[in-house]
């Protein structure tokens, strides 16, 4: 069973740095996009940032200029450093794949979620 891991997450101050990690679990034949959402309370989920086995990478307006995501291909992990953080930037932080795993099934997971917390 294919399970992920965020850890990272913590308070900053506005304008300090953070960087999240996503490890993986279980029997994973291939990892093809990686990505972070982010929930803040009373607001839906949005789309942080994505990338692509070869590296090829998006980011949400928001973000842009101060998050950059990476990933190791060899340990399946991902990461995301998050630099110049601002209060808004507080929620709960989630990593999600699109993993192939036993037998070649594919499917979407999603970590349990960890709070960053931006606050003076």
């Known amino acids: 069973q294919v399970q992920l891991w965020e850890s990272g997450g913590g308070l900053a101050q506005p304008g300090g740095s953070l960087k999240l990690t996503c490890a993986t679990t279980?029997?994973?034949?291939?990892?093809?996009?990686m990505g972070w959402y982010r929930q803040a309370p009373g607001k839906e989920r949005e789309l942080v940032a994505t990338?692509?086995?070869?590296?090829?990478?998006t980011y949400a307006d928001s973000v842009k200029d101060r998050f950059t995501v990476s990933r190791d291909n060899t340990r399946n992990m991902w990461f995301l450093q998050m630099n110049s953080l601002k209060p808004e930037d507080t929620a709960t932080y989630y990593c999600t794949a699109d993993i192939i795993g036993e037998a070649y099934s594919r499917d979407d997971y999603w970590g349990r979620g960890t709070q960053v917390t931006v606050s003076s």
């Open positions: 990338i692509t086995r070869t590296g090829s990478a």
């Open positions: 279980g029997y994973i034949f291939k990892i093809n996009l």
